[in-house]
Each structure stands twice: as C-alpha cells, then as structure tokens.
C-alpha cells in the first residue's frame, strides 16, 4: 500500500514536472500556459493508462502462447520402435494428434507410426485362505 502511494506521488510528479515544462515552452511563446499545462498532465496519464492495456495484453498473448506450447511438448511421448523394413529399433518422439514419420537410422527407409489402442481386462487377485 505505501509503496503503491509512494509510486503514484511519483507519476504525479513527473508528469507535473514534464507539464511545467511545457507549459514553460507554451508561455515563453505567449501561448496559454495553463491550458498547456492541464492537456499535458492529463494528457500523460491518458496516456500512460492505453500504454498499460497494451503491455497487459501483449504479456497475456505470450502467456498463452507459452501454455500451448508446453501443451504441445507435454502431448508428445517417446517410443522405441522398431524400422519397418529392417526392424531396428529407435527412439521416435510421437505426437498423438499428428501424422508421425522417421527415418530409419540403420536403413535410411522412411517409416510411417500407426498407432492402436487395445484393451486388457483388471482382474482383481483372488483371496486365498490357508488351511
Ligand atoms: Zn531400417
């Protein structure tokens, strides 16, 4: 909070003190000083305030892109799989959502991943007692 009041005196400082100085300019030139003066002031804040937004919501547009691409590393897992033509193995990163293709290190043949689900039944152990 008093750092909060401390930082607000001090953009109302500055922003007078740029105001007086062209007000000073405005007067010298036997325009309306406290006219220029009060534009300025307000002016500044105005200002400052659209500057703010922005930055705001350059900072969230970044943010977000950030996230989704750490979405996008997350989504991808590493399996070993062996070359379709020679069948050695290797480690191919796959992306579930997209097309997935390597190159066959030993071969040079290029490979195509086909991903398949299956499932498996959970049994549960049965219980036996000693007799
Ligand atoms: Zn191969």
Do not use: W
Not at 89 to 102: A, I, L, Q, W
Request: aromatic fraction near 8%; charge should be neutral.
């Amino acid at each position: 909070m008093k750092e909060t009041i401390i930082r607000l005196l001090g953009s109302v400082l500055k922003a007078a003190g740029v105001s007086v100085v062209i007000a000073g300019v405005v007067y010298v030139t036997q325009g309306p000083a406290l006219v220029a003066f009060v534009i300025s002031f307000i002016g500044q804040f105005v200002i400052s305030y659209f500057y703010n937004s922005y930055i705001e919501v350059k900072a969230a547009k970044i943010i977000k892109e950030q996230q989704l691409k750490e979405l996008e590393i997350l989504a991808k897992v590493t399996f070993t799989i062996p070359c379709a033509a020679c069948k050695v193995e290797s480690e191919v990163v796959v992306n579930p959502k997209e097309d997935n293709h390597f190159i066959c290190p030993n071969c040079k043949a290029r490979n195509a991943v086909y991903l398949s689900a299956e499932a498996a039944l959970v049994t549960e152990p049965i219980k036996v007692e000693a007799i």
